[in-house]
Nanobody, 122 residues
Framework: VQLQASGGGLVQAGGSLRLSCAAS????????MAWFRQAPGKEREFVSV????????SYIDSVKGRFTISRDNAKNTVYLQMNSLKTEDTAVYYC????????????????WGQGTLVTVSS
């Protein structure tokens, strides 16, 4: 499956952005989808995951209550709505897909998008 992330940009602290990740090539609804991020000088970290049906979601503690992951299987797209953004959310955000287990582990995701940069200014 090919993934194309978009929606990043520059936003002030407290603002909002919505990331999108469009999938093509395979049956999108068969895949669990996740967002990861990598800040400058840091390792890539898990942000959120959504089940194939969209019924189950999980988040890293630092974004709970601020970020919402969702998917539209008819549009082959997963979203990450990011509200109340903080400077520490600055990172390149990657979407990823797995046909395996519902997981937070990056190495379990076979397919990755190219990343979209989110910069939050103070």
């Amino acid at each position: 499956v090919q993934l194309q992330a978009s929606g990043g940009g520059l936003v002030q602290a407290g603002g909002s952005l919505r990331l999108s990740c469009a999938a093509s090539g395979r049956t999108f609804s068969n895949y669990k989808m996740a967002w990861f991020r990598q800040a400058p000088g840091k390792e890539r970290e898990f942000v959120s995951v959504i089940s194939s049906s969209g019924e189950s979601t999980s988040y890293i503690d630092s974004v709970k209550g601020r970020f919402t992951i969702s998917r539209d299987n008819a549009k082959n797209t997963v979203y990450l709505q990011m509200n109340s953004l903080k400077t520490e959310d600055t990172a390149v955000y990657y979407c990823a897909a797995t046909s395996g287990s519902y997981t937070y582990t990056a190495s379990r995701y076979l397919y990755w998008g190219q990343g979209t940069l989110v910069t939050v200014s103070s």
